[in-house]
């Protein structure tokens, strides 16, 4: 089946620090892949997303990386602000044309003021 | 832009009692929504994909008599958990995609459903 791990459960950055969330897939047919951020007690938040037929996207102090050899997605948070704290999820979908996503586990971020 | 809403976002209720929650995107037509669990700590569950005027598919494991979903319109979506059991108690979300751009989900402030 489906596998969307991430490599660190839990990370702690300092304020104004860089922080780099990893994410590991196993399907080779995803071609299209979307970080989320999730506050506790709200739905999750769309960040920035990145199809197959690239490597890197930047958007406003995020970018994402993916890596399609290894099969590795990555999201680089920019001078990490405490409003950063969440937890954080890729996701991706099964295939070209296929709408559902499935998503990994979550990577907790926690700022240090 | 992209809102989409849930109503209500908690809910307690009693073990045999049915709750419905409504999914609505705000700005936007969503041909697809999704039906979301979720439970403390643990990342998002799929339960099912919902079309506007067609049934719903659901998720392998998941009870469609017992989880059932309507979508009447291009902007709702409701979500009946029927005789609740505590075991039901969970965060439920919704999101929704629209026409052309379905690969992107945005995704409703959640239902927290608690069962005594």
């Known amino acids: 089946g489906e596998s969307v791990g991430l490599h660190l459960p839990t990370l702690s950055v300092q304020e104004g620090d860089n922080s780099i969330i990893n994410c590991a897939y196993s399907n080779s047919a995803s071609d299209y892949f979307i970080w989320y951020k999730q506050e506790s007690g709200k739905g999750p938040q769309f960040i920035i997303d990145?199809?197959?037929?690239?490597d890197k996207r930047q958007g406003q102090r995020v970018t994402v990386l993916l890596n399609k050899t290894v099969k590795h997605l990555s999201l680089q948070i920019a001078a990490t602000q405490p409003g950063d704290s969440a937890v954080y999820f890729c996701?991706?979908?099964?295939?070209?044309?296929?709408?559902?996503?499935?998503f990994g586990k979550g990577t907790k971020l926690s700022v240090i003021p | 832009g992209a809102v989409v809403s849930q109503h209500p976002s908690w809910v307690i209720c009693k073990s045999g009692t049915s709750v419905k929650i409504e999914c609505r995107s705000l700005?936007?037509?969503?041909?697809?929504m999704f039906w979301y669990r979720q439970f403390p700590k643990q990342s998002l569950m799929l339960m099912a994909t919902?079309?506007?005027?067609?049934?719903?598919?659901?998720e392998q494991g998941v009870e469609k008599d017992k989880f059932l979903i309507n979508h009447a319109s291009l902007t709702l979506s409701t979500l009946t958990v029927t005789s609740a059991h505590p075991e039901d108690s969970s965060f439920y979300i919704c999101?929704?995609?629209?026409?052309?751009?379905?690969?992107?989900?945005?995704f409703g402030p959640g239902t927290r459903l608690l069962v005594l």
């Open positions: 700005d936007f037509q969503a041909t697809t």
């Open positions: 919902s079309n506007e005027g067609s049934k719903a598919t659901y």
């Open positions: 990145i199809r197959s037929n690239m």
């Open positions: 999101s929704a995609s629209s026409s052309g751009s379905e690969e992107t989900q945005y």
């Open positions: 996701a991706l979908n099964s295939g070209a044309g296929s709408y559902q996503l499935t």
